[in-house]
């Protein structure tokens, strides 16, 4: 797949209470919580209330715009070092039948810790009945504090989909995203009760973990499914270079570290390779990089010119970039939200609008039409 041409347009953001004027639409910025400590994600129950994961371990119960956050008592404990801790929060499809909460987090184990999936129901402001969804084997868990991924995305059909990210393995062929055998640098896929569907593409190959759906990813924390086209989208960070935005296939090889835009932080090659016969091309590559985190697509109608639209975060861009698409081409890029602050989640819900989350300044805030 080539890299799409693309036409940059850049929009600075103006104070929260000002209308900001893209592209296609006028929108202001509403906060919903602010004073939060490292939030790494929202999402949103049935009743209008949000859930918020900091990453020291809380996860938060907000009632509406302006509510003060309730911590939820039961979370498991969590390795908060570095890039780990409490991540990614989702809300099974069926809630309004099942309850489930599912949680993405950093999990102690004797030799470190590595990316493990748990879901459990509300009681009220306690977290209760918690199942484990997914463990990665325990002898490879690392002491790093690096890459832990970790983004859920559900298609709608009774799967869930999750990254792991590389556990900052090295810049070379022995990088655990291209071993089978290793749960790291990966996009798996299990059903919601984390039963292994039997359709996974290495379920019958020895020595591969029978949950991976994709693998030589290094970072993946931007994940979304696509149930009109049943495309999972994908944001993973590169090192200095090469952020990306990928299409995620049935078994298909990213590339990483053997295939890469990116150098390493010290300057050095990685590779001279930045494509490579068997494995996937990014639809884009940002370079200099976004820092890639949350990804959201937006099918509401709050927006209409924004519905198929992608929207990916960057940390270190400090910038929300718009992405227009026909089919499976990105035609434009417009950035939104430039330099207002580490954007580390953004998402769309099904009341229409568009939600940010802010790592620095904590806070979450959504998108208002003024249209």
Not at 101 to 127: C, E, M, N
Not at 249 to 269: D, F, V
Not at 272 to 300: C, F, H
Request: with cysteine.
């Amino acid at each position: 797949m080539k890299l799409a041409t693309l036409a940059l347009l850049i929009l600075v953001s103006g104070a929260p209470a000002e209308v900001v004027s893209s592209g296609v639409h006028r929108f202001k910025v509403e906060t919903i919580a602010d004073g939060l400590e490292k939030p790494w994600a929202v999402a949103r129950l049935p009743d209008g209330k949000f859930l918020v994961t900091e990453r020291s371990g809380r996860l938060l119960l907000i009632d509406g715009p302006g509510a003060a956050p309730r911590p939820i008592d039961g979370v498991p404990t969590v390795v908060a070092r570095g890039q780990g801790g409490l991540l990614d929060v989702a809300v099974h499809p069926d809630y309004d039948t099942n309850g489930w909460i599912y949680l993405a987090f950093s999990k102690p184990f004797d030799r470190g810790a590595h990316t493990s999936i748990v879901r459990g129901r509300l009681d009220g402001d306690r977290l209760t009945g918690i199942e484990t969804v997914y463990d990665p084997p325990a002898d490879q868990a690392a002491s790093g504090a690096n890459h832990f991924g970790c983004r859920l995305a559900f298609d709608g059909r009774g799967h869930l989909f999750f990254s792991i990210g590389d556990r900052g393995g090295p810049t070379t062929p022995e990088n655990p995203a291209q071993d089978l055998g290793q749960a790291a640098g990966k996009i798996h896929r299990v059903h919601d009760d984390g039963r292994l569907p039997a359709d996974n593409p290495f379920v019958d190959r020895p020595g591969a973990l029978p949950s991976i759906w994709a693998y030589g990813s290094r970072n993946a924390q931007g994940l979304v499914y696509d149930s009109s086209s049943g495309r999972l989208w994908e944001t993973e960070h590169g090192p200095r270079g090469g952020d990306e935005l990928n299409i995620i296939r049935k078994g298909a090889n990213y590339g990483w570290p053997l295939a890469t835009h990116g150098i390493n932080y010290s300057g050095t090659t990685i590779t001279e390779n930045k494509s490579r016969p068997g494995m996937e091309d990014p639809v884009v590559q940002w370079t200099p990089v976004i820092a890639a985190s949350g990804l959201a697509l937006y099918q509401g109608d709050k927006f209409p010119r924004w519905r198929g639209n992608l929207f990916a975060g960057g940390l270190l861009g400090q910038r929300v970039v718009r992405i227009e698409m026909n089919g499976a081409a990105v035609t434009e890029q417009e950035v939104l939200l430039k330099g207002t602050g580490r954007i580390r989640d953004v998402r769309a819900f099904g009341d229409g609008f568009l939600y940010v989350v802010y790592d620095e300044p904590g806070k979450v805030v959504r998108l208002v039409p003024v249209d």
